[in-house]
């Protein structure tokens, strides 16, 4: 049987946006699409590694690259601005909350979204199992968040014990990708520092004291002061999850040099800030020590969440084991499935619990022998690694309520046998799981009357076309943050806003337009034959700006003069100069003796320009957000003359270049097309203000 682990420890002694991130992503107006590539977000290389559910019959496996080796002497995420604040998990064994939603929070500020503190009440009492303070794991999470979606912390705060789940909150966003780089052996310190800097913090477990008397009094006792040292690779003791978040090879230890940099869950008291800040919680733990990295994971994509979807599914608990045939890494499964309401579905979502090639399909019939009638597939899907994915169809399928529809899924594992994951937690229902070794006619089993189980593949059936949304305005104190119009529409009677005074945990929602996930385990192929990439603009603001079809504007009415984007020397990410959102303009300022204005509101806008006949378009630059007040913000849109924005975000203080790679999927197919980059700062004036350099616009034509 697949060993899922479990395990929590409690201490024995017993920065906020929340309101506008709420409105952004509750809203679910508009789809960020940002991958921060430094340091880059990408797809998972091959496996390197056992799977996340079993272990290697030939225990740990070493990296087979040398990657790591050129990554910096020092990582630590927060330097980044992508650790979340520190919490206590107080006597609750729910360790494995904090550290699952850790990780999530973290990739949303990675992806350009503002900090979004979401709810490990939610998590611990309204999982399948209900496993409250009763320990957890990743996998019961994302099985959670895949159908029921995340919410606010403010609308169910942190208990520390075990109650009712609270149904009322609204969900912000449903999760469709998890991945679990490794079973439960450690991996070497090479693999490990290339998944964090690659994929970010990571949840990871470790042994917290179950292995000994004396290293339980250290680790509950630990003020910061040193890097610990305990001396195991053991997987058997490991008792507590964590937030695996940098590294740093010149800390010294009681066992020679080298060390990770993780944060906890047992407040601020306990452990201190490691070397970065002054909020405690964090601890430093020398490399092999404590059993600390097994199990990494981390919850890597997401869509805003819809009332109008569902997830049809059979494995209510997620995956709780594996089927299969000795032998063989390969596997068939199909579902039968029937719809609620009338909808399209746009992706097939399954749990693999190896890295994988998958084939999925979707079928009008199903006899007992042979599926028939086929609706829609995609095939030749290769699954990095382990997880929960979400597979979108080359086109949407059509369904009706009450009318059956059966799923095929084709699996075939890179290292272990028995490759399909099933639900024995779950009630079983008969006649709607059927297994196959090869998937020929005549060979399924009914999974259900055979096992007592169901196969964990699905459906996310959503509304075949969606509303048209309405524009929506929130006030964050006496900042303004419009929605969509985050830049001036052109081509388009831009509606009025009406903002409101009220900080709401979780807004009214409006009706969502439909979104493509940011990440899918491969893009769809395009059909239509294409040309190389052109460039449309490309500036490094080295000579005279603006120029061109760019054009420079200042929305505020109470920053106190007129400041517009211009060149400056005092940073650069290339060449001698970038640009500074209020450089130029009447009232212009120098950012080397003054700081950025307070509830400044100016933009660059580029366009319009034609992406008729263009079947994908980028817009990417590098940016650099100085410290200051928390609600400064930089926002990057597309929109043509026709339809909804897409955009990204970024919020103060990162500290260093990062780069933005968006793609115009708004302006697709039409001939007038506008990118904009735009700067607000908060109420303060005390901010440095962003920089942005070596922005570039890029289109792949049709021959």
């Known amino acids: 049987m697949v060993e899922f682990w479990r395990g929590c420890r409690v201490r024995r002694s017993a920065v906020s946006l929340l309101a506008l991130i709420t409105v952004l992503i509750a809203v679910g107006l508009l789809a960020p699409e940002l991958a921060l590539a430094d340091p880059p977000l990408q797809a998972p290389a091959a496996s390197q590694g056992p799977s996340a559910l079993e272990p290697s019959a030939d225990g740990p496996q070493k990296s087979s690259g040398s990657l790591a080796a050129a ?6 995420w927060r330097e980044h601005g992508l650790v979340t604040r520190m919490q206590d998990q107080g006597a609750c064994q729910a360790c494995y909350a904090f550290s699952a939603l850790g990780s999530l929070e973290s990739q949303m500020i990675r992806r350009g979204q503002p900090y979004v503190d979401l709810s490990e009440n939610h998590v611990a009492e309204c999982n399948y199992e209900q496993t409250g303070c009763n320990q957890g794991n990743i996998w019961i999470v994302t099985n959670l968040l895949s159908v029921q979606g995340a919410v606010a912390e403010s609308c169910d705060p942190w208990n520390p014990a075990d109650q009712v789940c609270k149904t009322s909150c609204e969900p912000l966003i449903s999760v ?19 998944w964090v800097y690659d994929y970010g913090p990571l949840s990871v477990d470790m042994d917290s004291g179950s292995s000994s008397a004396q290293w339980k009094q250290e680790f509950e006792n630990y003020d910061g002061s040193y890097t610990l040292h305990y001396p195991s690779v053991s997987t058997q003791y490991q008792d507590h999850l964590v937030l695996l978040i940098g590294w740093d090879d010149n800390l010294n230890h009681a066992g020679g040099k080298g060390a990770w940099i993780v944060k906890n869950s047992w407040g601020t008291s306990w452990g201190g800030p490691c070397g970065y800040g002054t909020d405690g919680g964090y601890f430093t733990i020398s490399y092999g020590s404590a059993a600390l990295g097994g199990n990494a994971a981390t919850i890597q994509d997401w869509i805003p969440y819809d009332a109008r979807c569902a997830v049809l599914h059979l494995d209510e608990a997620g995956v709780k084991d594996k089927y299969g045939w000795a032998g063989s890494k390969e596997g068939t499964g199909l579902v039968r499935l029937t719809p609620q309401t009338d909808g399209c579905v746009s992706r097939i979502e399954l749990w693999t619990l190896d890295a994988a090639d998958v084939d999925v399909a979707i079928y009008d019939a199903f006899d007992g022998t042979a599926p028939s009638v086929l609706k829609g597939q995609r095939t030749g899907v290769s699954l990095a690694q382990a997880g929960y994915h979400s597979i979108a169809l080359s086109q949407p399928v059509s369904v009706k309520a009450g009318d059956d529809v059966f799923v095929r899924a084709t ?13 024995t937690v779950g009630p079983a229902s008969q006649g709607r799981s ?8 005549g060979t399924w089993t009914d999974l259900g009357a055979t096992k007592g189980a169901d196969l964990g593949i699905r459906l996310r059936v959503c509304p075949c076309e969606a509303p048209t949304a309405t524009p929506t ?7 303004r943050v419009f929605l969509p119009l985050l830049l001036k529409t052109r081509g388009q009677a831009a509606p009025t806003a009406t903002p409101t005074g009220a900080r709401t945990a979780t807004p009214t929602r409006t009706p969502t337009v439909t979104r493509t996930a940011t990440l899918t385990p491969t893009p769809t192929a395009t059909e239509t034959p294409v040309s190389g990439w052109i460039t449309i603009v490309e500036e490094g603001f080295e000579g005279a700006f603006p120029t061109g079809a760019w054009e420079l504007d200042d929305w505020s009415d109470d920053d106190g003069g007129e400041y517009l984007w211009g060149p400056v020397d005092t940073r650069a990410h290339g060449g001698r100069r970038s640009a500074w959102p209020a450089r130029s303009g009447a009232d212009g300022l120098d950012p080397a003796s003054s700081p950025c204005p307070a509830n400044l509101d100016t933009e660059m806008t580029y366009g319009p320009f034609d992406l008729s006949n263009a079947v994908e378009a980028k817009l990417s630059f590098w940016f650099l957000m100085g410290a200051g007040d928390p609600d400064d913000m930089l926002a990057w849109l597309s929109y043509g003359s026709e339809g909804d924005p897409n955009f990204g975000l970024a919020f ?12 115009l999927t708004a302006g697709l197919g039409q001939a007038e097309v506008w990118v904009g980059i735009k700067y607000t700062s908060g109420p303060s004036g005390s901010g440095e203000g962003a920089y942005v350099d070596d922005v570039l616009v890029r289109a792949k034509i049709r021959p």
Not at 434 to 441: I, K, W
């Open 411 to 423: 699996i075939r594992n890179k290292e272990l046998e028995r490759p399909l994951a099933i639900d």
């Open 71 to 76: 990554l910096p002497a020092r990582w630590d």
């Open 176 to 194: 469709t990708e998890m991945w679990s780089l490794s079973g439960k052996y450690v991996q070497d310190v090479a693999t490990i520092k290339q």
């Open 434 to 441: 059927y297994v196959s070794p090869t998937g020929t006619n």
């Open 473 to 479: 305005a929130t006030v964050q104190g006496t900042r």
């Open 652 to 663: 103060g203080g990162l500290g260093t270049w990062q780069k933005a790679e968006f793609n």
